[in-house]
């Protein structure tokens, strides 16, 4: 089938009307962008201020603190003591 000169103008004009159609105008993405993720950060703070506070925390003493620190970076560095797993297959054995 022999495309005529006209039909391929057309073709051709039709394809670039398409394609410069993602062009004609910007959506406006940025206006708002990135505010529910500061809205979902904000809304789990406590206090805003807490990093402003001196204040030492009450009913914790140093050498617990640190007892309790140690305890926990340990337990990163032993391996895990869990016992083997069985997986048992079949049925009840029951005849």
């Given amino acids: 089938m022999v ?4 039909r391929l103008a057309a073709t051709a004009a039709a394809l ?3 394609l410069l159609q993602g062009c004609s105008a910007t959506p406006h993405f940025e206006d708002n962008f990135g505010a529910s993720v500061r809205a979902n950060l904000a809304a789990q703070v406590i206090d805003p201020a807490a990093a402003a506070n ?4 009450s009913g914790v003493d140093g050498t617990a603190a640190l007892a309790a620190r140690e305890r926990y970076q340990r337990s990163f560095k032993e391996a895990d003591r869990q016992q ?3 997986l048992l297959i079949g049925g009840s054995g029951a005849k």
């Fill in 3 to 6: 495309i005529t000169r006209n």
């Fill in 84 to 86: 083997p797993v069985q």
């Fill in 54 to 57: 001196a204040n030492p925390t």
């Fill in 16 to 18: 670039a009307v398409l």
